[in-house]
């Protein structure tokens, strides 16, 4: 039994692990993969002994933009029943970047919300979802949460953003704004988005989630 699978729903070997993965039927929690995507969703593989500190990004953009995404979608998933708990990974790893677990109080919510948002579309990309297992938080999100960590460019247990004014916080997730003393990290040189810029973009991904075939944005 593949134990990242089974603590985080994702495993970086995907289907060629020689381990099992776990794959309920049904859940309180739905997966939607790389639904969150900003610059380092670009990157395909980071390999081991990845330097992270070479990506320049700026954190507070990055930060920013997840607002607007989880203002965004938040609502969306509410149509379908209470949730209890709704984190998004801001790990580097391609198999959980931008990864979005919501997780109902029951299981009817869950799977409605997974028979009417399975297959949408989302700001121009299809919606992929799955049930997963994880019901123990505090075994999926990493200790360090953050840029403390000393494996962060390759954790494979969760490292999740901050939701706006603490929603669905955890106790255990206060050291996410810890910050490793080795030198600065993610710098954007490339100069961040007007606000006009900000809310055009904003306002091209609402209400993507309503139509069943490729977004507006992509005719």
């Known amino acids: 039994m593949c134990t990242f699978f ?5 495993c970086k070997y995907g289907p060629t692990c020689k381990r099992a993965h776990i794959v309920p039927l049904v859940s309180e929690t739905i997966l939607v993969d790389q639904m969150f995507r900003d610059q380092y969703s670009r990157i395909k593989n980071v390999a081991k002994g990845f330097d992270d500190s070479l990506i320049e990004i700026d954190e507070e953009e990055v930060q920013k933009k997840y607002d607007e995404f989880y203002e ?6 509410e149509k379908y029943g209470k949730i209890s708990q709704f984190k998004c990974c801001n790990n580097l790893v391609p198999h959980l970047r931008g990864n ?9 919510s869950a799977i409605r919300a997974y028979i009417e948002m399975d297959n949408r579309f989302y700001a121009g990309y299809q919606i992929r979802i799955h049930f997963s297992l994880i019901k123990d938080w505090k075994q999926a999100i990493c200790a360090y949460n953050g840029q403390a960590c000393p494996k962060y460019s390759e954790c494979n247990f969760l490292h999740v953003f901050r939701n706006p004014n603490g929603a669905y916080s955890l106790p255990f997730e ?12 993610h710098h954007h040189q490339g100069g961040g ?11 091209r991904s609402r209400s993507c989630l309503l139509y069943t075939s490729p977004s507006p944005r992509d005719s």
């Open 6 to 10: 089974l603590k985080t729903g994702a």
């Open 72 to 77: 965004d979608v938040l609502p969306e998933f």
């Open 100 to 108: 979005l677990y919501i997780q109902y109080v029951d299981v009817v």
């Open 174 to 185: 206060g050291r996410s704004r810890e910050k490793r003393t080795d030198g600065p990290r």
């Open 193 to 203: 988005q007007s606000g006009e810029h900000s809310r055009r973009d904003r306002d």
